[in-house]
């Protein structure tokens, strides 16, 4: 891996093969509204998933979803607030993160569902 750009962009390769590998449908994949990302969208049974992926080498300063912050988790809400408007979605929605260390081949990948909520 020779840059951060490419770290993250494997981390988000190797999420969506787990979700694939658990049953999970892959919707879209780095989806922007306005300025907005999200790394997955996905769907299982009745739900919407909006996945954050962060990937690490090391979690000497804390494993990779501690990084998710309350900022960047209204971003994603707004940015899926868009997606569900635009597309009409009905399913009820979920915020998850994918948090994956890999250093020098080796991969944990952590899930986390309902890692958040939209806050009043």
């Not at 790394?39 to 300063?61: G, H, L, W």
Request: overall charge negative; charged content about 25%.
């Amino acid at each position: 891996m020779a840059t951060h750009n490419d770290l993250g962009d494997y981390g988000e390769k190797l999420a969506v093969a787990y979700l694939v590998s658990h049953g999970y449908k892959i919707l879209e994949t780095n989806w922007y509204f306005k300025h907005l990302e999200i790394d997955i969208i996905a769907q299982i049974d009745s739900f919407i998933v909006f996945v954050e992926v962060k990937t690490r080498k090391t979690s000497y300063f804390g494993e990779p979803f501690t990084f998710v912050t309350v900022s960047k988790q209204k971003n994603i809400i707004k940015a899926a607030n868009g997606y569900i408007n635009r597309f009409k979605i009905e399913d009820e929605a979920r915020f998850d993160i994918i948090s994956v260390l890999y250093n020098n081949h080796q991969k944990d990948i952590q899930h986390i569902e309902d890692a958040f909520y939209p806050r009043m």
